[in-house]
């Protein structure tokens, strides 16, 4: 069936430093990829999103690249604060309303 | 706009207890899904709906019921609870496709004994 894989599922940086979460996903389909954040006992929220039209796509620090021949998307966070950390989900969506999401990231920014 | 709303945020039941978990959203929005949640394991679709009238499975649907009599709401609801039923459940809504931002509500903690 549709899988989203992700990876790695815990990342540790220094506060400044960049950090990388990648997804791959199995349904070639699949033309909507967006990212969430969920902070402790919160709710996720989508943080950037991506379609299959555009292989890149930046909001202040945070951006998200898309290989669609590898069926694979990451989401780049450069310049990390304390309050970047949380949990980050990816996900994939044929356009219908059916995500499939990959089973996080728990990133932790070091002070 | 209270956007998505979820009650209770958190229940305990017994094992063969039945409960409805309540959805709402006031955005208009046609699309609604019904997400559980567990420790490493990301968001798993348990049901969806496109409208008004109209519902289908997602990846994990026994055990739960829907049913969307209104665009607002979206309840659902667990038959017969069981142990492995114990998680964090998440609504969310879509505006009117599958590349619109999807929101979520602020979650339901359930526990089954």
């Known amino acids: 069936g549709e899988n989203v894989e992700q990876h790695p599922s815990t990342l540790s940086v220094q506060e400044g430093d960049s950090a990388v979460i990648k997804c791959t996903y199995s349904d070639s389909a699949s033309n909507y990829f967006p990212w969430y954040k969920q902070e402790l006992g919160k709710r996720p929220q989508l943080i950037i999103d991506i379609r299959s039209n555009v292989g890149e796509k930046k909001d202040q620090r945070i951006a998200v690249t898309l290989n669609k021949t590898a069926k694979h998307f990451s989401l780049h966070i450069t310049e990390t604060q304390p309050e970047d950390s949380a949990v980050y989900f990816c996900?994939?969506?044929?356009?219908?309303?059916?995500?499939?999401f990959g089973t996080g990231t728990r990133l932790k920014v070091l002070a | 706009n209270a956007g998505v709303t979820q009650t209770p945020k958190f229940q305990v039941l017994k094992t063969g207890q039945s409960m409805t978990l309540q959805c709402a959203q006031d955005m208009n929005h046609e699309y609604m899904s019904w997400y559980r949640q567990d420790p490493g394991m990301g968001l798993r679709l348990i049901h969806y709906?496109?409208?008004?009238?109209?519902?289908d499975q997602g990846e994990v649907p026994n055990g739960y019921n829907v049913s969307r009599s209104t665009t607002e709401d979206f309840p659902l609801r667990l038959l017969s609870a069981a142990p492995s039923q114990t998680s964090v459940y998440f609504c969310a809504s879509t505006r009117s496709s599958g590349t619109d931002t999807q929101y979520f509500g602020p979650g339901t903690r359930l526990t089954v004994l």
């Open positions: 709906s496109v409208g008004a009238g109209i519902t």
């Open positions: 996900a994939a969506s044929r356009g219908t309303y059916k995500y499939i």
